[in-house]
């Protein structure tokens, strides 16, 4: 069973930056495709980001494309998502997610962290 845990969250004014960080209990480079997803108070829990099990290939949602990035350290076992420019609108609890399937839908990620809360004052 991997664990994942997330941190890096906190308070900051729009066009500010954040970065994200995920740390796995064990290895996920040859196993696991990774992927961040965010959830706002009352709504669907949303994809963000993902990234190949390689760190060669990335996918990001519309909405934050040109603002995030995600990348790996597979020698630490840790996933990053570097986040600038933020905006009102990002404010969400922020979750990173583990699974076989590199892919946007999040019932196929097998493995969830705790979540760390983002919030962006206009």
């Known amino acids: 069973q991997v664990q994942l845990v997330e941190s890096g969250g906190g308070l900051v004014r729009a066009g500010g930056s954040l970065r994200l960080s995920c740390a796995a209990s064990?290895?996920?480079?040859?196993?696991?495709?990774m992927g961040w997803f965010r959830q706002a108070p009352g709504k669907d829990r949303e994809f963000v980001a993902a990234v190949k099990w390689s760190g060669g290939s990335t996918d990001y949602a519309d909405s934050v494309k040109g603002r995030f990035t995600i990348s790996r350290d597979n020698a630490k076992n840790t996933v990053y998502l570097q986040m600038n420019s933020l905006k009102p609108e990002d404010t969400a609890v922020y979750y990173c997610?583990?699974?076989?399937?590199?892919?946007?839908?999040?019932?196929?990620?097998?493995?969830w962290g705790q979540g760390t809360q983002v919030t962006v004052s206009s």
């Open positions: 997610a583990a699974g076989k399937s590199y892919t946007r839908f999040r019932l196929l990620y097998d493995y």
């Open positions: 064990e290895r996920t480079d040859s196993n696991y495709n």
